[in-house]
């Protein structure tokens, strides 16, 4: 039996596939080649905005063209919240945001029965994050490990809580023993990733947080460095920069969920600090991983933004120099709050603030890749392309050597120049 899987979304979706082929597999299926015929397909969705509900649908429909005679089974968080839509697209099994393991004995008793199973439950119900095995999506180079699942922050532009529950943590004792598993396996870096990882062991007995899970990890890392994923800024303290630090494992690049740089708007999307204690983050990661580097998000064009508001962000984004920020116009999300408050933005608007966003990010982007020429970066190579060999270094500039057959090993990289936001170097 082949099996053909489509994922959507976040390194959670992407490591949630990358556990679910892992069971497939043991159960006997095998990942169909190309030109193979599919027995059966799976879409793992998302629901972060309505325009990821709708390429979900999408890719059901696409897949199901594609392979007439396949059973078709959904997962993720749009399956979640919108089950009954995705029932009316002819599938044979519907599955949330949980359960894993049962996902993919639905699909075999599906095949075996000749049956439609769905199966959402209350993700509010859940109460112990279901253990999935760690590995690394179709033979990447670096391993993916998740330890956390769900989020209670309800921001008010957010659909996430209502498709993941609430906080579930991987008891610390068992991220470290997955870890030494993956160390055990050759990869060189490991990502550590969640739904909100900031949020990490609060529901566990005793109560503990993400720097004592981080240093679990770091002992049982072997030659992994440690990647964290996106970070709630209220988790950076001294207590965390020291600890971090002190593992000697953590990799000096840190993602910041900002959203917005105007305290009114902040507010407004109901995160939980304001640019002062953003910006007080920021300082505490510098000053502990001088040189590391700090990427984030941000949403333009949020309803009720107006232009002082958007003028503020910009001026706060030059004072926080990010190395890279990815940029989101804001998309209406049904069931969220933000959807129902007035003044929503005219599309033409938060497309301009977007790009003035945008503008900001590649100035400040410029800059620190500016300041990494002439440092020696530790680069985990990942790619080739002919005579180049391309990687990420520590602080997840991408850096590329005129030398080949590098991909999966570590290496020192004397920085010489940029070429199209890439540094170039030698190898030392
Ligand atoms: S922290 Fe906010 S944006 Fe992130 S998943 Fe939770 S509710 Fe959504």
């Known amino acids: 039996m082949k099996y053909k899987i489509q994922t959507l979304g976040c390194k959670v979706n992407q ?7 892992t069971m497939l597999q043991t159960r006997g299926l095998t990942p169909a080649g190309e030109g193979e015929t599919v027995d059966v397909v799976v879409v793992n969705t998302c629901a972060v905005t309505a325009e990821s509900g709708r390429k979900s649908r999408q890719a059901v429909r696409h897949l199901e063209n594609e392979n007439p005679g396949a059973l078709v089974a959904v997962c ?14 002819g599938v044979s099994v519907v599955h949330g945001s949980g359960d894993k393991e049962r996902f993919a004995d639905d699909i075999l008793a599906a095949l075996r029965e000749k049956k439609t199973i769905e199966f959402t439950d209350d993700p509010f119900d859940r109460r112990v994050m279901e253990e999935l095995p ?4 179709d033979g990447r180079t670096r391993a993916m490990l998740k330890i956390e699942d769900g989020c209670v922050n309800f921001c008010s532009y957010c659909v996430i809580p209502y498709a993941r529950g609430r906080v579930r943590s991987l008891p610390p004792v068992r991220c470290a023993a997955q870890t030494e598993k993956l160390a055990g396996k050759g990869f060189r870096e490991l990502v550590v990733t969640g739904i909100e ?15 004592d899970a981080v240093e679990a990890i770091a002992r049982a890392s072997g030659d992994m460095r440690v990647r964290l994923g996106s970070l709630e800024p209220t988790v950076v303290t001294e207590d965390f920069c020291e600890r971090l630090k002190a593992t000697g494992k953590v990799c000096d690049h840190f993602h910041l969920s900002l959203q917005s740089g105007c305290d009114e708007t902040l507010k407004a999307m109901n995160r939980k600090y304001d640019t002062a204690r953003f910006y007080e983050s920021v300082c505490l990661l510098r000053e502990h991983f001088p040189d590391c580097g700090i990427t984030a998000d941000v949403i333009a064009g949020f309803p009720g933004e107006t232009e002082e508001n958007h003028s503020a962000t910009l001026a706060f984004l030059k004072k926080c120099g990010f190395s890279a920020i990815h940029v989101f ?24 603030r977007a790009a003035e966003v945008q503008a900001v990010a590649d100035e400040t982007e ?16 990942e790619r ?5 060999s391309i990687g990420h270094a520590d602080n997840y500039t991408t850096v590329c050597v005129h030398k080949g057959h590098l991909r999966k090993l570590v290496e020192n990289v004397k920085i010489t120049g940029i070429i199209n936001k890439m540094l170039v170097g030698k190898i030392v």
Do not use: W
Request: charged share 20%.
């Open 15 to 21: 490591f949630e596939t990358q556990a679910l082929e």
């Open 76 to 89: 993720g968080c749009y399956a979640q919240i919108a089950a009954d839509d995705v029932a009316t697209l």
């Open 134 to 137: 760690g590995g690394a999506v």
């Open 329 to 352: 116009p804001y998309s209406k999300r049904p069931g969220t709050k933000a959807a129902e408050m007035p003044d929503h933005l005219p599309n033409a608007v938060k497309v301009r």
């Open 366 to 381: 410029e800059a620190y890749l500016q300041s990494c020429v002439g440092k020696t970066l530790s680069v985990l190579f």
């Open 197 to 211: 990882i900031a949020s990490y062991g609060r529901d566990l007995e005793p109560t503990c947080t993400l720097a």
């Open 384 to 388: 080739e392309d002919g005579e180049m």
